[in-house]
Structure formats: structure tokens, C-alpha cells
């Protein structure tokens, strides 16, 4: 079946500019969460969302990050007014039924910021 | 804090020889740990899923083995082949971060013809 997709598969944008990253987890699954991989940082949490319940925020690296999750399903999260240490590839994943089974990732979007 | 060591960073071996790759954490309170491959500009592949409660998990060539008590766990491949070649994440979640999984930084491997 289809896997996790993400989109853009690339980005560039200015710095200050903001910009919208999309994942569409596999579906059915309950659980979608976001983390960051860059060179200096490895890959670290951003966010998790598990059904209807409030997200788990506590991995946002600042108030210009932000995520939504529409009808339990599609997620977006947002950078606003870009900053040249945003650049890095987010990776969106998604779990069946909670965040105590198998994490299964999407191949990324790469964003850099000029 | 949880801290996740994946030693070595890098390693290159001939085909067919085994491959051994360490994690170790410096929390033991985890619920599970997942092992990942990672081919170049792609996404995270899962390996395999120990619970906290197992010793170990096995999936054909592989096998994944958890010792808690020492925040330790190790994979290994058998029989390597060039297209096991890419690098491999540890993750664990730990029971005071649901939802969260750490990484190591990973080990490049190159197995080769």
C-alpha cells in the first residue's frame, strides 16, 4: 500500500519568507509526527499528534514553527519568516495506533533557506 | 536526559562477512528502541521493534538484541551484501517521552564487492 508522502520533495526560499511543508501519513494510522534532520543537530523531535487529543508541541525550536493536523489525517506544518539555520530535511512520519508501535517515515521535504 | 552513542560512526566491510552495529543509551526507562536504514537523500526505512519487555527481535538476515540493564543494544546482519550498504539509526522511546523517539547519529556502512 501507499506509504507516507511529503511535499515538496525540495524548497528554496528566502530568508523571512514563510513556507508550508505537507505529509500525507499511510492511511488509518492514528499517530503523525514531525522531526528535523540537519548536519549539525542529527534528527530530533518537532511534534506529535495522536487522534483527537492535543498535540505534543514540546520539540517546536521556536514560536515561528508551527503544525496543524486536519481531520486526523493531513498535516501541515509551517515555518514563518525563515531563518538560514531552518535548512535542514523535515521528516514526517506516521504509527497505526500509537506512538508505542513502529514509526514508519516519509522520504522527506528538503528546504533550504538563501 | 536520554543520550543515544552509535559506535562506529563508519565502517566498511567485504561482502559476506557479518555486520555488528552498537547503540548504546544512558537512560534504561525505555518502552521500546527501533533500528533504521537510511539511504542516501532518502527517508528512514524501519528495521525492526524491540519493546522494552523482549530480548530480542529477529527479521530474516537480521537480528536486533536489547539489553536494558546495561543500555545496550546491537544489530546484527548476516551475510552482508552491497545493497546492505546505507547508514543505520537507533532510536529509542523513552516511558517519560511518549511519542518521542531519540536518535544516535547513526552508522555509515559500506560493504563491499
Known amino acids: 500500500g501507499a506509504g507516507v508522502s511529503q511535499s515538496p520533495s525540495n524548497k528554496v526560499t528566502e530568508k523571512g519568507k514563510d513556507v508550508e511543508l505537507r505529509c500525507d501519513p499511510i492511511?488509518?494510522?492514528?499517530?503523525l509526527y514531525w522531526y528535523r534532520q540537519s548536519l549539525g543537530q542529527g534528527l530530533e523531535f518537532l511534534i506529535y499528534?495522536?487522534?483527537?487529543?492535543?498535540?505534543?508541541k514540546s520539540g517546536l525550536p521556536s514560536d515561528r514553527f508551527s503544525a496543524e493536523r486536519t481531520g486526523g489525517s493531513v498535516s501541515t506544518l509551517t515555518i514563518q519568516r525563515t531563518q538560514q539555520e531552518d535548512s535542514a530535511v523535515y521528516l514526517c512520519?506516521?504509527?497505526?495506533?500509537?506512538?508505542?508501535?513502529?514509526?514508519?517515515f516519509g522520504p522527506g521535504t528538503r528546504l533550504l533557506v538563501l | 536526559k536520554q543520550e543515544v552513542t552509535q559506535i562506529p560512526a563508519a565502517l566498511s566491510v567485504p561482502e559476506g562477512e557479518n555486520l555488528v552495529l552498537n547503540c548504546s543509551f544512558t537512560d534504561s526507562a525505555i518502552y521500546n528502541l527501533q533500528w533504521f536504514r537510511q539511504d542516501p537523500g532518502k527517508g528512514l526505512t524501519s528495521l525492526l521493534l524491540i519493546q522494552s519487555s523482549q530480548r530480542e527481535q529477529t527479521s530474516g538476515r537480521l537480528n536486533a538484541s536489547l539489553d536494558k540493564s546495561s543500555g545496550r543494544s546491537t544489530l546484527y546482519i548476516a551475510a552482508s551484501q552491497p545493497g546492505d550498504s546505507a547508514t543505520y539509526l537507533c532510536?529509542?522511546?523513552?516511558?517519560?517521552?511518549?511519542?518521542?523517539?531519540?536518535f544516535g547519529a547513526g552508522t555509515q556502512v559500506v560493504v563491499t564487492p
Open positions: 492511511s488509518g494510522h492514528t499517530a
Open positions: 532510536a529509542v522511546m523513552t516511558t517519560d517521552s511518549w511519542g518521542k523517539l531519540q
Open positions: 499528534f495522536q487522534g483527537n487529543s492535543a498535540p505534543d
Open positions: 512520519a506516521s504509527s497505526l495506533a500509537g506512538a508505542g508501535e513502529t514509526q514508519y
